[in-house]
């Protein structure tokens, strides 16, 4: 039986009211399809895309109907610090409107009074500036808008990296920051641009001292298979340390190309530590507004994914239960944390060396009126996609905002992009890399 496309009277009232405004100058779409899930570009690509989609609508309503938030939610994943491209996806959303040129130079619209705005994680790296992306979601916060911050990867590997320098060194907390810290690298060169470094610096040791804090020891590759045994697979094991053979050289590489001495690398991370970890410190609300999961009726947000054990505890516990043991297993050893259940969420592909996604795990959600995973972190080229993990549905929100991915994956200008959740039920992805408008509404696949 061939599967086709359900047909639908009108989008165009789905659109934001500043959208036709805007797009003209921003290349935006300013028409909708029906969201194409028998398009790869817009779905898994199999040839089985559709009837995968359909089959998990059918499911997932065998446990009750979907449930809508009662405000509209906007999506927006994946900034990269590019706040520029951050900003212009608020504009597109029409939750925000531009009264100059300068980074904090906007206000709320009225439909960015009424508007829950979801943040999907991956606010760092990248570029072209994680402290002018920081500065912008910090003017968000700082106006009446309801915003959530979820954890992304690349936002947690700043943070292990961070805590594992207070840590006494063992084989399990020595090599992490620079494990985790290259892709910040670009931050602290900023850092040491923005802030006067100066009385940091004459208390810094000398080259070898810095390097000698931030690097592992030499004998780490022979004690540390034998104590992160009791953590990780054998088989992942021997992947951390093929992997910290080339962190290692790479973290050398990246301080060289960054002209920073290790001296300079040194206090600039002090300065970031006390910018972000400090409690009077100016980004002390980045890591303290994260959480792991966000619920708004029948969709669950989350940077990544899930697994069974976290599925269970969602249904069993409730969003709130996660994001509390998220944040206490943060503060318990940041090795654990990040090789644990919880970060799995921030950063699982669903690979097959991931913390596991089963049937078990989507028959939990189902159960507790989950039908919908709304994510960033895989990143797409032609806007939002939909598709099945595992039975579960999961929209991919992460179209790509950042001008360094867009310049190295051949996308052209400034990423904007948002994905619209209505208390309608109806879905719309927007994005520049796409000609339409893409509109999603799951009762019309279920038929």
């Known amino acids: 039986m061939v599967e086709i496309l359900p047909q639908l009277d009108s989008h165009q009232n789905l659109l934001p009211t500043v959208f036709d405004e805007f797009s003209e100058l921003h290349h935006l779409p300013t028409d909708c399809e029906v969201w194409p899930l028998d398009q790869t570009h817009s779905a ?125 060194r063992t084989s399990l907390t020595e090599h992490l920051f620079v494990r985790m810290a290259r892709k910040a690298i670009p931050l602290l060169c900023e850092i040491s641009n923005r802030f006067d470094l100066t009385d940091i610096t004459a208390s810094v040791p000398d080259e070898a001292t810095c390097r000698a804090k931030l690097f592992p020891d030499n004998d780490w590759f022979e004690r540390f298979p034998a104590e992160a045994g009791g953590f990780l697979s054998a088989e992942i094991v021997q992947k951390e340390l093929c992997k910290m053979d080339e962190k290692v050289a790479g973290f050398d590489a990246a301080i060289a190309r960054a002209g920073l001495t290790m001296r300079q690398t040194y206090a600039a991370i002090m300065q970031c530590r006390r910018l972000f970890l400090d409690e009077t410190g100016a980004y002390n609300w980045f890591f303290q507004q994260m959480k792991a999961v966000k ?45 644990g259940e919880v970060a799995n969420m921030v950063r699982t592909k669903y690979r097959r060396t991931d913390k596991q996604l089963t049937s078990h795990g989507v028959d939990a959600l189902f159960r507790m009126g989950i039908k919908m995973v709304v994510q960033g972190h895989v990143n797409n080229h032609a806007g939002q996609r939909i598709l099945t993990k595992n039975g579960l549905l999961h929209l991919e929100g992460d179209v790509t905002l950042d001008r360094a991915s867009r310049a190295l994956e051949g996308l052209q200008g400034i990423g904007v992009g948002a994905t619209l959740i209505y208390p309608s039920g109806d879905v719309v992805g927007l994005s520049v890399d796409y000609p339409k408008a893409k509109h999603f509404k799951p009762e019309l696949f279920a038929r």
Not at 319 to 324: G, K
């Open 44 to 168: 898994s690509g199999s040839r089985n895309s559709l009837l995968n989609v359909q089959n998990s609508i059918r499911a997932a309503a065998s446990h009750g109907p979907w449930a809508w938030p009662e405000r509209p939610v906007v999506f927006i994943s994946d900034p990269h610090a590019d706040a520029e491209g951050f900003l212009r996806s608020l504009v597109a959303a029409g939750t925000i409107r531009r009264t100059g040129l300068g980074i904090r130079a906007f206000e709320l619209t009225d439909f960015g009074h009424r508007a829950q705005i979801v943040i999907g994680g991956d606010c760092l790296d990248k570029g072209p500036s994680n402290l002018d992306l920081l500065d912008a979601i910090g003017a968000l916060l700082s106006t009446d808008a309801d915003v959530h911050l979820l954890a992304g990867n690349h936002d947690l590997r700043l943070f292990v990296a961070l805590a594992a320098l207070d840590l006494p």
């Open 295 to 339: 619920r708004s009726g029948s969709l669950l947000f989350v940077h990544a994914g899930l697994c069974d054990r976290m599925s269970q505890m969602l249904a069993e516990e409730g969003p709130d239960a996660v994001n509390r043991k998220f944040l206490r297993d943060a503060h318990m050893g940041p090795f654990r944390f990040y090789t």
